[in-house]
């Protein structure tokens, strides 16, 4: 038996060795046709399957918009589920052609494990979550806390940077997951549970009690998040990140899945028909794609704010309001070029 | 002599007594709890503690188990329902065995892995039991590449053409067996692997695409939960006992070559922990191979986990080979026999029988082990149960989801001991 394999696996190999050698990504997804996206083994509202088996999510949501540009077709996706361990490897030894993995965009990630972040999908921060029982309203009244927090993390860090700048001490917990924590935080092991925001948020919302549990208002970091591939595909980075862009314009140009294909029939905004493509100009063939990509991408999901409202947004259980995610026409950080 | 003193001794009794009821305190359940329960100060309060723990347990679980709710779609479904009581949301087993047994298996196929599971018992059978008759071992012989093709799909040919260089290689064999019988041993080991090498792949090539004939092939990452445990355990058990028995044979040898390749392998794969080589097998491998080598990740694993279960065994079955007595070996070779009839007929049976705890000790460790594989984003039902709280509808159930797996890994653990103790009371020669 294993040997069999072995040999069906040379065999591939071979064969995929002569394909891979010149191929740009772009043209190996075509011709596999189907996407490899890099996912979470499981974030609440990011990525999870469903009792179907099939993938839901923000993260998910992403793929799905460049599976249907470049394919066609949003359920074209191979999702892979890597660890914090394997993300990496994965994606610069090409076993995934993208990464959608709630992962911080850092300067060393960037640059140092050569990898091209397409733009922040969602802007998270480290927060706390503080029984209402203990009567704190602040994260400056949590001197002499015990704390709850994932051990090897970015977060670690931060809560011992953010006590020292303030002058204050704690009696860290160490836990290894989320499930640890919420079972050690519900327990009383510790007074206060942090980690990024988003995951305060999902957590809370899982409590037989959320009403009273409370998450502070201080934000102690910045993790922005967002899709990343390789270097050495520019073009292939260009289409995940105008992808992305589309999804954020289509907000802000009122574009939704209800009326695109209304929309997509010609407009008197000149900026809708260049994306959409009714217009002349074409768009698709300066990233290697065909007029209508960013229509499909759109319609996969809906715009940005669909995605959000639909995976993670105020109406579902983990009710994140947008905060910092909003367009930037209403205070917040999503902004897209232009699409010229 | 007798009859001349028969009537002198006057207190002599001529009827018995009648039989009387003994103690109470000597009888019955008052006995047993007596003797078991109660039998010193330090059982009795050994015993108390005992009935305490019990009697907490009882009283915590109980209603949890009583308030079990199978009919809910999510974790505050179950709340609503319970309105605060303790009780269990088994909704969520009921929500997704199915991932917790298949992964992400697709639903219209489940019926391959159901049947390679049942085939799977049929094939173990005649190597666990020696009352099922002989000829079903030609089955077994052929439940590989039959499980095979049924998990992963495909046409059949590629199974077959596998099969088929074992049959080249006894046909090598026989053939090259009248010329001397070293080069019939290397023909049979060089014949089949040429085959797999050079023809195997292009001729099943031509003949998927001449005669497709075969089912739907599905992706190793479609694997999971406890189908993934089952194909890595089996596999590795299977492999690593007769892997582990060369090891310990090569440890063992007079030639210094094969003792230094097998002792450098044994001490190695044992200085290094399981999960080092699993990272390796799924981070270190894909930057060696080129970019874009598709080598399956459940084999990989595989391998790794047979090669990290045969160094453990091969020095379970040396442990076994060191109880023997040393008359054994001499009592061998006084006989006549070569080294291989040596160790097939007198040292290897007796050395198996002594390590039969320490091997299926090893047996055990290796399919718990498997649950180490979600450190590398396999899903088996740990990596699935992640996956299941992901959820928004089951997010924050814990006790369920590990209740559930921790039964299933007993059923198989618990069956595997109980069949250990059977053979050793089938084997058991002693004169103790």
């Given at each position: 038996m294993k040997k069999t394999v072995f040999v069906g696996a040379m065999t591939a190999a071979a064969t995929l060795i002569a394909g891979a050698a010149s191929a740009t990504v772009l043209e190996d997804v075509k011709a596999r046709g189907e996407l490899n996206c890099g996912v979470s083994t499981g974030v609440n509202g990011f990525s999870a399957p469903d009792s179907a088996g099939e993938w839901q999510g923000f993260d998910v949501a992403v793929c799905r918009a460049v599976a249907a540009a470049v394919l066609g077709d949003p359920k074209k996706v191979k999702f892979v589920t890597t660890t914090g361990q394997t993300r990496f490897t994965a994606l610069a030894s090409g076993e995934i052609d993208m990464l959608a993995r709630n992962t911080t965009w850092t300067m060393s990630r960037d640059a140092d494990l050569k990898f091209t972040f397409t733009g922040v999908n969602y802007y998270d921060g480290q927060g706390f979550m503080v029984n209402k029982a203990l009567g704190v309203s602040s994260a400056k009244e949590l001197d002499g806390a015990t704390v709850c927090i994932q051990t090897g993390t970015t977060t670690e860090l931060n809560l011992a940077d953010y006590f020292k700048a303030n002058n204050m001490t704690y009696e860290p917990v160490p836990i290894e997951t989320n499930a640890e924590a919420q079972q050690q935080y519900l327990a009383g092991a510790c007074d206060v549970y942090t980690t990024d925001a988003s995951g305060l948020a999902a957590t809370r919302a899982t409590f037989a009690d959320p009403e009273n549990h409370a998450v502070l208002p201080e934000i102690i970091s910045k993790e922005p998040l967002g899709p990343l591939v390789a270097h050495g595909d520019d073009q292939w980075a260009d289409i995940v990140r105008w992808t992305m862009n589309a999804l954020v314009a289509a907000e802000e140009l009122g574009i939704t899945s209800a009326n695109i294909e209304e929309l997509s029939k010609g407009t008197a905004n000149p900026e809708i028909d260049r994306m959409l493509g009714s217009s002349d100009d074409d768009l698709g063939a300066m990233i290697g794609l065909d007029k209508q990509w960013a229509k499909r991408a759109i319609s996969a999901g809906g715009n940005y704010g669909e995605i959000f409202a639909a995976n993670i947004g105020e109406s579902t259980p983990i009710g994140l309001a947008r905060g910092l995610n909003a367009l930037w026409t209403q205070g917040g950080l999503q902004y897209s070029p232009p699409f010229r | 002599m007798s009859d001349t003193h028969s009537n002198t001794v006057a207190y002599v009794r001529k009827t018995m007594l009648t039989e009387q009821a003994p103690p109470s305190s000597q009888v019955g359940a008052v006995r047993w709890v007596r003797e078991n329960l109660f039998s010193g100060p330090l059982n009795t309060i050994l015993t108390l503690l005992g009935v305490l723990c019990v009697y907490y347990l009882g009283v915590h679980l109980g209603p949890w188990f009583a308030n079990s709710i199978w009919n809910a779609g999510s974790l505050s479904e179950c709340r609503e329902i319970l309105q605060g009581a303790s009780g269990a949301c088994w909704g969520v087993i009921k929500d997704r065995w199915h991932q917790l047994l298949f992964g992400f298996y697709p639903q219209d196929a489940y019926w391959r892995p159901t049947i390679a599971f049942f085939l799977m018992i049929v094939a173990m059978a005649p190597i666990l039991f020696d009352a099922v008759p002989r000829k079903v071992l030609w089955f077994s012989a052929v439940f590989p590449f039959l499980a095979f093709w049924l998990l992963w799909g495909g046409t059949i040919w590629l199974p077959l053409l596998a099969l088929a260089g074992f049959v080249i290689g006894y046909f090598a064999f026989t053939a090259l067996q009248k010329v001397s019988a070293l080069a019939a041993v290397i023909g049979a080991m060089v014949a089949p692997v040429l085959w797999w090498l050079f023809f195997a792949g292009p001729l099943d090539e031509v003949l998927s695409n001449a005669l497709p004939i075969g089912i739907k092939h599905i992706q190793s990452d479609e694997f999971g939960g406890f189908m993934i445990s089952i194909i890595i355990g089996v596999t590795g058990i299977a492999l690593s006992l007769p892997i582990g028995i060369l090891l310990a044979l090569g440890r063992q040898s007079d030639m210094p070559l094969v003792k230094w390749i097998c002792v450098g392998f044994i001490e190695f794969i044992r200085g290094v922990p399981l999960i080092t080589l699993l990272f390796t097998a799924s981070l270190l491998l894909n930057y060696f191979?080129?970019?874009?080598?598709?080598?399956?990740i459940v084999l990989r694993v595989i391998i790794m986990v047979t090669l990290f279960a045969a160094a453990y065994m091969a020095e379970v079955v040396r442990g076994g080979f060191a109880a023997l007595p040393r008359g054994q070996y001499e009592a061998a070779d006084a006989l006549g026999l070569d080294y291989w009839k040596a160790q097939r007929l007198i040292l290897l049976p007796q050395a198996l029988k002594i390590s039969i705890p320490g091997i299926v000790n090893t047996f055990i460790g290796l399919f718990k082990d498997t649950t180490l594989v979600v450190f590398i984003g396999i899903l088996d039902p740990i990596g699935l149960s992640n996956a299941i709280r992901a959820d928004s509808n089951w997010n924050g159930i814990v006790w369920e989801l590990y209740g559930f797996i921790a039964l299933c890994f007993f059923i198989f653990c618990f069956g595997m001991s109980r069949y250990s103790q059977y053979l050793e009371g089938k084997l058991k020669t002693d004169h103790r």
């Open positions: - | 191979l080129p970019p874009g080598t598709n080598f399956d």
